[in-house]
């Protein structure tokens, strides 16, 4: 469905190098979280299929058209929401999904108009003005205006920074719906348990390079040998006690709770050279590592 | 290149054109009154002022002379600020983006401004004929060739106002270009007196000035005379339609403005 091979961008105000060398091949009815710190070149990669930045070296295939050399095929089959909440502050909701719609070569698209528009709560609101939208509805009315031309893809650069989490769920579960009707769908954010809700796919960059890039079962799976357990006690604890647990990386948390990273297999071992000191706990609790610790891991590493 | 990628999405192209023509008829004290109430000024002032003195063509009612320029100069602002408030203000609200993400050739997009700034410019200039007509009458030489020397007029600089407008990244810096390069050369192009009858190097200004053919031609097809030869003046107008449409495209498809290097 989209196919990003030896992608390379080197801006050329300060030369900044933002891409090196990216593939990454997304495949039909993916949801894909494309994550990393700022910076990191999720955005220009985003810019460079949406064609707002050209790329220095590579090829894009959008569909199986080439951006290059088919890029108005391209349009019709990708649907962008931006970071930025620009508007055009002249026209109604009404007035820019309509004019939205003709771009794309769209004559009547009232009835669809008026379903996204009912999807993504804003039926009432769209004889307002866009200058007189809140952020959240503006966000949600730029779904819907990326939306109006059925595109197969639908890529949304932080579609849900500065929205309140009532509002952020009802997102969710409209881009559920979505994917669920069958479209691609391709995401960036900052919140990572967004990514661990919604995504079957996880893209890590930073510095311009992939450096994983995984279904999420996979990832979970692969840094789910390694769990954290916290061992509570009844008193209190010094870290100089557990000198023996130092492969573990021991933690006090407080002062009374032991936390320790420790694979699968080595937690038998653990609770024996515990019982071993004779030091006798109240409860123990195994957590599993969240999307956010991985990603943190892979990121400091 | 492919046809095709020349006129690629019909539907597209119009709802463009039709959104530059939509945004300044939704403010249009702004776009088109307050133009024509300048113009309306200029007439009483200047047509007061000078009607007695010998600044016009010898044998020409002032009020005739006048009228002509008023139109020319009314399309040439208007059609300026169409494309380049368009594409600034877009710039501003960041929105430009957009622009890149419509399946609509890069000849549409830029033939939808540039149309767009064209249908100002002209009704601004057909709205000036029409109010003096109250003061001056009704009569026009040449009719035909009078809205063609508006339309060829605001083409032009509607193709300049988009080149400012992909090439400038603020108000102030459009502002700039009205206050110190346009104004001044509307003013030294015959709008309001012949230039021939300027002192010295001033008069020779008319020969790198692009208004001076547009003005003559415009009042040409008014009065059915001009200051200098009516040919040279369409030769040197068709010149300049197709080297701004070329230079607006040229920018356009390099991507300046809206693109990122």
């Known amino acids: 469905m989209l196919s990003i091979i030896n992608v390379s961008k080197t801006y050329q105000r300060g030369n900044k190098e933002a891409l090196k060398n990216i593939n990454l091949d997304i495949r039909e009815g993916e949801f894909t979280a494309l994550l990393g710190q700022n910076g990191a070149g999720k955005s220009t990669l985003i810019n460079v299929l949406a064609g707002n930045v050209k790329k220095t070296e590579g090829v894009v295939k959008i569909g199986g058209y080439n951006l290059d050399k088919n890029e108005l095929e391209t349009k019709k089959i990708i649907g962008i929401v931006p970071q930025d909440t620009g508007y055009d502050f002249v026209f109604t909701i009404d007035e820019a999904l309509k004019k939205q719609s003709g771009y794309f070569g769209i004559k009547n698209n009232k009835e669809y108009i008026d379903e996204l528009l009912e999807a993504l709560y804003l039926t009432e609101k769209r004889s307002a003005r866009l200058r007189d939208l809140s952020g959240g509805m503006r966000r949600r009315f730029l779904i819907a205006k990326a939306l109006v031309h059925k595109p197969k893809i639908l890529i949304l650069d932080e579609p849900t920074a500065g929205v309140d989490i009532e509002m952020r769920h009802t997102l969710y579960e409209f881009l559920i719906k979505l994917h669920q009707s069958g479209t691609t769908i391709i995401l960036t954010t900052h919140y990572i348990e967004e990514a661990e809700k919604l995504c079957n796919r996880i893209v890590i960059i930073d510095g311009g390079r992939i450096i994983a890039d995984e279904p999420k079962k996979e990832l979970m799976e692969t840094f789910s040998k390694e769990v954290i357990i916290e061992v509570q006690f009844d008193y209190e604890l010094k870290l100089a006690d557990f000198e023996f647990l130092q492969e573990y990386q021991p933690k006090i948390e407080e002062k009374t709770n032991l936390k320790l990273k420790v694979l699968k297999k080595d937690l038998s071992k653990v609770l024996q050279k515990l019982s071993q000191k004779n030091m006798e706990f109240t409860n123990l609790v195994v957590e599993k590592p969240k999307l956010e610790d991985i990603y943190l891991n892979i990121i400091n590493h | ?261």
């Not at chain 2, 597209?12 to 403010?27: P, S």
């Not at chain 2, 400038?168 to 230039?195: C, Q, R, S, W």
């Not at chain 2, 356009?252 to 809206?258: D, H, L």
């Open chain 2, 1 to 261: 290149m492919n046809k095709s990628l020349i006129f690629y999405n019909r539907i597209g192209f119009i709802t463009l054109l039709t959104r530059e023509i939509h945004r300044f008829m939704k403010v249009p004290v702004q776009t088109v009154l307050a133009p024509l109430i300048s113009n309306m000024l200029y007439l009483a002032i200047f047509g007061g002022m000078l009607q007695t003195r010998q600044v016009g063509i010898d044998g020409v009612n002032y009020l005739h002379f006048l009228v002509p320029g008023l139109a020319t100069m009314g399309a040439i602002f208007a059609s300026f600020q169409n494309p380049a408030f368009s594409i600034i203000s877009q710039k501003f609200q960041n929105t430009i983006q957009d622009l890149n993400s419509y399946p609509i050739s890069n000849i549409e997009k830029i033939l939808a401004f540039i149309f767009g700034g064209m249908f100002r410019g002209v009704l601004v200039g057909l709205l000036t004929y029409a109010a003096t007509m109250f003061f001056v009458g009704y009569e026009i030489e040449y009719p035909l060739f009078f809205l063609l020397g508006l339309t060829a007029t605001s083409f032009v600089f509607a193709s300049i106002g988009l080149i400012a407008g992909l090439v400038l990244d603020n108000f102030e810096k459009m502002n700039f270009v009205l206050a110190i390069i346009i104004t001044p050369l509307t003013y030294l192009g015959g709008v309001f007196f012949e230039v021939s009858k300027l002192p010295g190097l001033l008069s020779s200004i008319k020969y790198i000035n692009p208004i001076y053919p547009l003005v003559n031609i415009t009042r040409y097809a008014y009065i059915g005379v001009c200051e200098g030869n009516i040919y040279i003046h369409i030769f040197i107008t068709t010149a300049l339609v197709i080297s701004s449409f070329l230079i607006a495209a040229y920018i356009f498809k390099k991507g300046i403005g809206i693109k990122t290097m």
